[in-house]
């Protein structure tokens, strides 16, 4: 725990909810500025103290709240001037508080939008030598509420999303959390809203919160030092905007917290106009086979045997994984001749080309030529305490190295000229590594350099390739990329299906941050019927599907394909825009097993059971966001027909998934 906090925790009586209940005074003294958000909500700041408390009608969710920034560590509690100012900004309002010592003017901001019920709060430095390690513009007192949503940094190593007893052992949560009643589901949303010079972390325990920017740790954002110090430039230095939400729904908050950050980072890749992709990838059981002879077999299988399993405007993807240096003699630098006829065949036949890479990874790890430069790998490797780091068996590449860049242009300019129209990028979160130096002497942080090279790789691209991202950092990564992977590897059973519907059930809001999330491989081989569906309805809900058969011969997962991939019912399904949302949600990683999407005519409901045994599900209309009444239902699987009244009473068997389709009477 930051000092701050210890220090607060030592300052404050605990007082419960009695405390945070209590009712405003009539009049407030002068040195207490309110500033109005939402429709009955106020930030009272108290200049003489130097904190705020955060009121929505006459609750105070947030009590005794102050900024703080390395080397303070504490609110300003000696007699200082402060200033309270406001200015007009598009659409609001924005609040300064100003206080000035040490030749350093430190500012919490405030910023009020029109018709929004939240709010966004940051701390700014400004003055000769303004910089910090460690900023944050909100840590104090929270009210009391049954659970907590820890997030992850990123998608690797399997890492899981969880909610925590709010009343339990402390958590860091990564750049956002929720605190919520989860019997009401009424609470408040925490996050940063900018990742371009920070690592973020929500601190709770208990009723103490702290949002510090600054934040690394060595088993969530992988980072083995401490974070790097911001300036932005000689005489600023500001922490991110942080979100602070009150919401009567904590999941509608967590949608809204996604648009927020599509908002305050817009893309810096071009904007998808296209479908919702869907197609194959060579990675959920070719693997190390990839050869040209494979891939072509597979793009007529899809061309020829499961001609319906297509985007809205008739398109599917063909992409290329790992290996596919097997067809270049000679490597990056060799004969792509091969490349060249698989990209011609496809679209011969009508598919879309894709290919893979992992731009700022290393995974010979030995001394020789970077491809495209006349510098030694050596030069390139990120260190960490003077030694290289190394992760997943590959070694970080520093991102703004004239030789990564190098590499970077010479090899999407083949991908280019080969005709490729996709592009997988995996392993970029080891570009976001904090680092002992990067060779621009301008990046201090690894989100610095993470945004360095990520801009760098969009440049070369082009707008010429649908671009998505694997192992990546989950927020970070939004400006530059269309689709995402949702979770880490996951291929057919349902252990797997449970793993990445973990990520889903409280990572969904992220297809407000980018156009696609997607689910990984959809791999049927070897799998049971249940399965097959379970892992299938796992894409849909997630939000796109990539299957991922050996179809270059034809065996069973061929005619499992056929079957469910061109059910026009299902294939409806995983054609609607964005994913579906959580209905039910429980402690700890357990996954929902509802998810509902409403599309306007129809209502679709996915039900899962990670349960060996048969296992019946309930739910009423409300819960799934429905009117009373009677509702026509087709399962899409099975085609079974049924009316339903007052909500939905469904028996689905152990392993397995349904999709409901509601049609109102």
Same mark, same amino acid.
């Given at each position: %725990?930051?000092?701050?906090?210890?220090?607060?925790?030592?300052?404050?009586?605990?007082?419960?909810?009695?405390?945070?209940?209590?009712?405003?005074?009539?009049?407030?003294?002068?040195?207490?500025?309110?500033?109005?958000?939402?429709?009955? =909500?106020?930030?009272?700041?108290?200049?003489?103290?130097?904190?705020?408390?955060?009121?929505?009608?006459?609750?105070?969710?947030?009590?005794?709240?102050?900024?703080?920034?390395?080397?303070?560590?504490? &609110?300003?509690?000696?007699?200082?001037?402060?200033?309270?100012?406001?200015?007009?900004?598009?659409?609001?309002?924005?609040?300064?508080?100003?206080? $000035?010592?040490?030749?350093?003017?430190?500012?919490?901001?405030?910023?009020?939008?029109?018709?929004?019920?939240?709010?966004?709060?940051?701390?700014?430095?400004?003055?000769?030598?303004?910089?910090?390690?460690?900023?944050?513009?909100?840590?104090?007192?929270?009210?009391?509420?049954?659970?907590?949503?820890?997030?992850?940094?990123? =998608? /690797?190593?399997?890492?899981?999303?969880?909610?925590?007893?709010?009343?339990?052992?402390?958590?860091?949560?990564?750049?956002?959390?929720?605190?919520?009643?989860?019997?009401?589901?009424?609470?408040?949303?925490?996050?940063?809203?900018?990742?371009?010079?920070?690592?973020?972390?929500?601190?709770?325990?208990?009723?103490?919160?702290?949002?510090?920017?600054?934040?690394?740790?060595?088993?969530?954002?992988?980072?083995?030092?401490?974070?790097?110090?911001?300036?932005?430039?000689?005489?600023?230095?500001?922490?991110?905007?942080?979100?602070?939400?009150?919401?009567?729904?904590?999941?509608? @908050? %967590?949608?809204? #917290?996604?648009?927020?950050?599509?908002?305050?980072?817009?893309?810096?890749?071009?904007?998808?106009? @296209?479908?919702?992709?869907?197609?194959?990838?060579?990675?959920?059981?070719?693997?190390?086979?990839?050869?040209?002879?494979?891939?072509?077999?597979?793009?007529?299988?899809?061309? /020829?045997?499961?001609?319906?399993?297509?985007?809205?405007?008739?398109?599917?993807?063909?992409?290329? *994984?790992?290996?596919?240096? =097997?067809?270049?003699?000679?490597?990056?630098?060799?004969?792509?001749?091969?490349?060249?006829?698989?990209?011609? #065949?496809?679209?011969?036949?009508?598919?879309? &080309?894709?290919?893979?890479?992992? &731009?700022?990874?290393?995974?010979?790890?030995?001394?020789?030529?970077?491809?495209?430069?006349?510098?030694?790998?050596?030069?390139?490797?990120?260190?960490?305490?003077?030694?290289?780091?190394?992760?997943?068996?590959?070694?970080?590449?520093?991102?703004?190295?004239?030789?990564?860049?190098?590499?970077?242009?010479?090899?999407?300019?083949?991908?280019?000229?080969?005709?490729?129209?996709?592009?997988?990028?995996?392993?970029? @979160?080891?570009?976001?590594?904090?680092?002992?130096?990067? #060779?621009?002497?301008?990046?201090?942080?690894?989100?610095?350099?993470?945004?360095?090279?990520?801009?760098?790789?969009? *440049?070369?691209? *082009?707008?010429?390739?649908?671009?998505?991202?694997?192992?990546?950092?989950?927020?970070?990564? @939004?400006?530059?990329?269309?689709?995402?992977?949702?979770?880490?590897?996951?291929?057919?059973?349902?252990?797997?299906? $449970?793993?990445?519907?973990?990520?889903?059930?409280?990572?969904?809001?992220?297809?407000?941050? #980018? /156009?696609?999330?997607?689910?990984?491989?959809?791999?049927?081989?070897?799998?049971?019927?249940?399965?097959?569906?379970?892992?299938?309805?796992?894409?849909?809900?997630?939000?796109?599907?990539?299957?991922?058969? *050996?179809?270059?011969?034809?065996?069973?997962?061929?005619?499992?394909?056929?079957?469910?991939?061109?059910?026009?019912?299902?294939?409806?399904?995983?054609?609607?825009?964005?994913?579906?949302?959580?209905?039910?949600?429980?402690?700890?990683?357990?996954?929902?097993?509802?998810?509902?999407?409403?599309?306007?005519?129809?209502?679709?409901?996915?039900?899962?059971?990670?349960?060996?045994?048969?296992?019946?599900?309930?739910?009423?209309?409300?819960?799934?966001?429905?009117?009373?009444?009677?509702?026509?239902?087709?399962?899409?699987?099975?085609?079974?027909?049924?009316?339903?009244?007052?909500?939905?009473?469904?028996?689905?068997?152990?392993?397995?998934?349904?999709?409901?389709?509601?049609?109102?009477?």
């Amino acid at each position: %725990m930051n000092n701050a906090l210890i220090w607060f925790r030592n300052l404050l009586p605990v007082t419960g909810m009695l405390c945070l209940l209590t009712p405003l005074y009539a009049q407030q003294a002068a040195h207490v500025k309110n500033i109005p958000f939402g429709k009955n =909500n106020h930030i009272a700041y108290d200049l003489h103290k130097g904190t705020y408390t955060v009121w929505t009608g006459k609750k105070a969710v947030i009590r005794n709240a102050f900024a703080f920034y390395e080397d303070a560590g504490k &609110p300003d509690t000696l007699p200082v001037l402060r200033t309270f100012a406001s200015s007009r900004i598009k659409d609001g309002t924005r609040y300064v508080i100003t206080s $000035a010592g040490n030749g350093i003017k430190k500012q919490q901001v405030f910023y009020v939008y029109n018709g929004k019920e939240g709010f966004y709060t940051s701390l700014t430095l400004q003055g000769k030598g303004a910089r910090s390690r460690a900023m944050s513009p909100l840590t104090g007192e929270a009210a009391l509420y049954t659970s907590g949503v820890v997030a992850p940094f990123d =998608n /690797d190593a399997w890492i899981k999303y969880r909610v925590a007893d709010q009343q339990g052992p402390a958590f860091t949560s990564s750049e956002v959390t929720a605190l919520y009643d989860s019997t009401t589901n009424a609470g408040f949303i925490l996050g940063s809203v900018e990742h371009n010079d920070w690592k973020t972390g929500v601190k709770v325990e208990n009723t103490h919160v702290s949002v510090v920017a600054g934040w690394t740790d060595s088993l969530i954002t992988r980072d083995k030092i401490q974070h790097g110090i911001v300036t932005q430039g000689d005489t600023l230095c500001s922490s991110p905007k942080i979100f602070v939400l009150p919401t009567a729904n904590w999941r509608k @908050g %967590m949608e809204q #917290y996604g648009s927020a950050n599509r908002l305050a980072e817009p893309r810096y890749i071009f904007e998808w106009t @296209g479908a919702k992709p869907l197609g194959w990838n060579s990675w959920g059981s070719m693997q190390t086979k990839l050869n040209l002879a494979k891939a072509k077999q597979v793009v007529d299988f899809f061309a /020829d045997s499961c001609k319906t399993f297509r985007g809205k405007d008739g398109s599917i993807y063909i992409d290329l *994984d790992s290996y596919w240096d =097997n067809m270049t003699k000679g490597g990056m630098t060799g004969d792509f001749s091969q490349l060249k006829a698989f990209v011609d #065949y496809c679209k011969q036949r009508g598919c879309k &080309p894709g290919i893979y890479w992992a &731009p700022f990874v290393d995974w010979s790890k030995s001394s020789r030529t970077v491809e495209g430069s006349h510098y030694n790998y050596e030069e390139t490797w990120t260190k960490v305490n003077g030694q290289y780091h190394d992760f997943d068996g590959a070694r970080a590449m520093d991102p703004t190295h004239p030789a990564t860049r190098e590499r970077i242009a010479y090899l999407i300019n083949r991908f280019k000229e080969t005709g490729f129209e996709m592009i997988k990028i995996d392993f970029i @979160g080891h570009a976001a590594i904090e680092a002992d130096t990067y #060779y621009d002497p301008s990046v201090h942080t690894g989100m610095q350099a993470f945004r360095k090279g990520m801009e760098f790789l969009v *440049d070369q691209m *082009d707008g010429k390739m649908l671009v998505y991202a694997a192992i990546s950092p989950s927020l970070a990564t @939004g400006r530059y990329v269309h689709m995402r992977r949702i979770a880490c590897d996951a291929f057919k059973n349902i252990g797997e299906t $449970a793993y990445t519907l973990n990520a889903t059930s409280l990572g969904w809001w992220q297809n407000k941050v #980018y /156009d696609f999330t997607d689910a990984d491989h959809v791999v049927f081989a070897g799998a049971t019927p249940g399965e097959n569906r379970a892992r299938l309805t796992s894409a849909i809900v997630t939000g796109t599907v990539i299957t991922g058969d *050996d179809y270059s011969e034809y065996s069973s997962a061929s005619s499992v394909a056929q079957q469910l991939l061109q059910n026009r019912d299902v294939l409806e399904a995983a054609q609607l825009p964005n994913g579906f949302v959580p209905a039910d949600h429980h402690s700890g990683d357990t996954p929902s097993s509802l998810f509902v999407h409403n599309s306007g005519r129809y209502t679709y409901i996915a039900v899962l059971n990670y349960n060996k045994e048969a296992t019946t599900f309930e739910a009423g209309w409300e819960k799934l966001g429905l009117a009373k009444g009677e509702y026509r239902c087709k399962e899409l699987f099975s085609g079974k027909t049924s009316t339903e009244k007052g909500g939905f009473h469904f028996k689905v068997a152990g392993a397995d998934a349904i999709i409901l389709r509601l049609e109102k009477k």
